[in-house]
Protein backbone atom coordinates (compact mmCIF):
# COMPACT_ATOMS: atom_id res chain seq x y z
CA UNK A 1 0.00 0.00 0.00
CA UNK A 2 1.29 3.56 -1.15
CA UNK A 3 0.16 6.55 1.19
CA UNK A 4 0.65 10.33 -0.60
CA UNK A 5 0.45 13.41 1.20
CA UNK A 6 -0.66 16.62 -0.31
CA UNK A 7 0.51 19.87 0.69
CA UNK A 8 -1.59 22.90 -0.90
CA UNK A 9 -1.57 26.31 -0.85
CA UNK A 10 -4.18 28.75 -2.96
CA UNK A 11 -3.77 32.67 -3.44
CA UNK A 12 -6.04 34.71 -1.45
CA UNK A 13 -6.84 36.49 -4.55
CA UNK A 14 -6.75 34.55 -7.74
CA UNK A 15 -6.38 37.26 -10.22
CA UNK A 16 -3.93 38.85 -8.64
CA UNK A 17 -1.69 35.78 -7.94
CA UNK A 18 0.06 34.27 -4.68
CA UNK A 19 1.97 36.36 -2.18
CA UNK A 20 5.66 36.19 -1.64
CA UNK A 21 4.26 35.43 2.19
CA UNK A 22 1.88 32.78 0.52
CA UNK A 23 4.48 31.32 -1.03
CA UNK A 24 6.62 31.49 2.35
CA UNK A 25 4.04 29.84 4.52
CA UNK A 26 3.89 26.85 1.60
CA UNK A 27 7.53 26.11 1.71
CA UNK A 28 7.60 26.13 5.35
CA UNK A 29 4.42 24.03 5.99
CA UNK A 30 6.19 21.54 3.62
CA UNK A 31 9.46 21.38 5.49
CA UNK A 32 7.16 20.88 8.54
CA UNK A 33 5.44 18.22 7.09
CA UNK A 34 9.21 16.30 5.86
CA UNK A 35 8.51 16.95 2.35
CA UNK A 36 12.08 15.80 0.40
CA UNK A 37 14.16 18.34 -1.06
CA UNK A 38 13.85 16.66 -4.72
CA UNK A 39 9.66 16.59 -4.36
CA UNK A 40 7.80 18.27 -7.40
CA UNK A 41 5.50 21.16 -6.87
CA UNK A 42 3.00 21.61 -9.36
CA UNK A 43 1.32 25.26 -9.78
CA UNK A 44 -1.86 26.57 -11.36
CA UNK A 45 -0.77 30.19 -12.93
CA UNK A 46 -3.46 32.96 -13.64
CA UNK A 47 -3.44 34.44 -17.12
CA UNK A 48 -0.67 37.04 -15.85
CA UNK A 49 1.96 34.35 -14.47
CA UNK A 50 0.67 34.96 -11.33
CA UNK A 51 0.34 31.50 -8.68
CA UNK A 52 -3.28 30.40 -8.27
CA UNK A 53 -2.65 27.31 -6.28
CA UNK A 54 0.78 25.19 -5.50
CA UNK A 55 0.71 21.66 -4.49
CA UNK A 56 3.20 18.94 -3.90
CA UNK A 57 2.49 15.10 -3.16
CA UNK A 58 5.12 13.05 -0.88
Known amino acids: M ?7 AE ?6 G ?3 AELAAFVQAALRDDAADD ?3 KAIVNMRGG ?5 TRS
Open 51 to 55: IKRIE
Open 18 to 20: MTL
Open 2 to 8: TLTHTIR
Open 11 to 16: ASDPKA
Open 39 to 41: VPV
